[in-house]
């Protein structure tokens, strides 16, 4: 036999040499909810380990995350049900805590990238991401004005990198023009292109407390069953002046990050979601997985798949494992 592959597999250094696939901190975006108050660090039951930050227990956590090389963070409000109503005025408005927060680390953290959510459900007494008639429609042209405020508010308070993920038609052109309009043109928008109407985000909902209160969200998010419509999507968004596409959840759609990265010159990004996570974890805590080497393996699989850039809740654990050694040539 003159082609034997398992010669490129022989020992640690030939696999290193032959590796394709290399993932480091800088891909990475950790996820952090944020709440109003002080001295608050609440875990959420059904994602161990991630909490509900205040700002004064969030800035020591961001800090020790930047000596790990955690440069990114998107950060996601759990809003009191009496400060939600139709409209979501709350999430523009000047005592938004949340705003607030990005303004604090700015100014503490000025070196960090912070990316933001911009969608209506944290905001709505509705709980959907979008603007809810009386008939129990959700209304796409009279959701994008709501959603221009919340962005330019947010760029205002020093985010970096905005990520709508309402799903709304449109809103990347409505989005992108009013932040040019306010002079924040330098303001990303990380589009969510390929948000799926999927049964894997139900931890990240305990902790935000933002379910819809009746119906769904399959008229606004993609059907589980669908590739070729993720094209559209991404199309349009580029078109709209998206810098980033994004694909949400990762797991059960790597196929459809195979795809964008195979047609689109712009940077992808892959949401490995709580319902991901939460799994994982769960295994790992019953001894059926090693952690150590299945969540590396995990985030492996997203990368490989086409993802440039990595919302994962695992962020933290995994820049540790760098750090301590425990990840390197496989």
């Known amino acids: ?23 480091g901190v800088e891909n990475l975006i950790y996820p952090l909810f944020v709440y109003d108050g002080k001295g608050i660090k609440e875990e959420v039951k059904s994602m161990p380990g991630n909490f509900r930050w205040s700002i004064d227990m969030l800035l020591p956590e961001v800090e020790e ?22 409209t979501a005025s709350y ?24 990316m933001t959510d911009v969608a209506m459900d944290p905001y709505s007494s509705d709980g959907h991401d979008g603007y809810v008639n009386e008939k129990g429609e959700i209304v796409n042209d009279i959701t994008l004005p709501i959603l221009a405020k919340m962005s330019v508010a947010q760029a205002q308070a020093g985010a970096d990198i905005l990520g709508p993920s309402d799903m709304m038609d449109g809103r990347i052109g409505y989005i992108r023009h009013a932040l040019d309009e306010a002079g924040y043109s330098d303001v990303s928008i990380m589009s969510y292109t390929a948000k799926y109407a999927s049964a894997f985000y139900g931890p990240f909902r305990d902790a935000l407390d933002s379910a819809p209160k009746a119906g769904d969200k399959k008229t606004y998010q993609m ?14 968004d580029v078109a709209e002046g998206a810098d980033f596409l994004m694909v949400k959840p990762a797991l059960p759609y790597l196929d459809i990050i195979a795809l964008l990265k195979q047609n689109y010159d712009i940077p992808i990004a892959a949401y490995n979601v709580s319902g991901e996570c939460a799994m994982l974890t769960a295994a790992c805590q019953n001894g059926w997985l090693n952690f150590e080497k299945a969540m590396p393996e995990m985030l492996m699989s997203i990368r490989r798949a086409g993802a440039d850039v990595i919302l994962t809740y695992f962020a933290k654990a ?4 760098l750090r301590d050694g425990k990840i390197g040539k496989w």
């Not at 995994?318 to 494992?321: D, L, N, Q, S, V």
Request: with cysteine; proline share 5%.
């Open 91 to 114: 999430s523009y408005a000047e005592e938004n805590f949340y705003l607030h927060i990005l303004r604090k680390l700015k100014e503490t953290f000025p070196e960090i990238c912070l």
């Open 318 to 321: 995994y820049a540790e494992m």
């Open 1 to 23: 036999m003159l082609s034997r592959p398992r010669r490129n597999r022989k020992n640690k250094a030939v696999r290193g040499f032959a590796q394709e696939t290399h993932l």
């Open 223 to 236: 059907n589980p069953a669908n590739s070729r419509e993720a094209l559209i999507e991404a199309s349009l």
């Open 65 to 86: 995350c930047l000596k790990l090389g955690i440069g990114t963070y998107v950060l996601f409000p759990a809003v009191e049900e009496k400060l939600k109503d139709k």
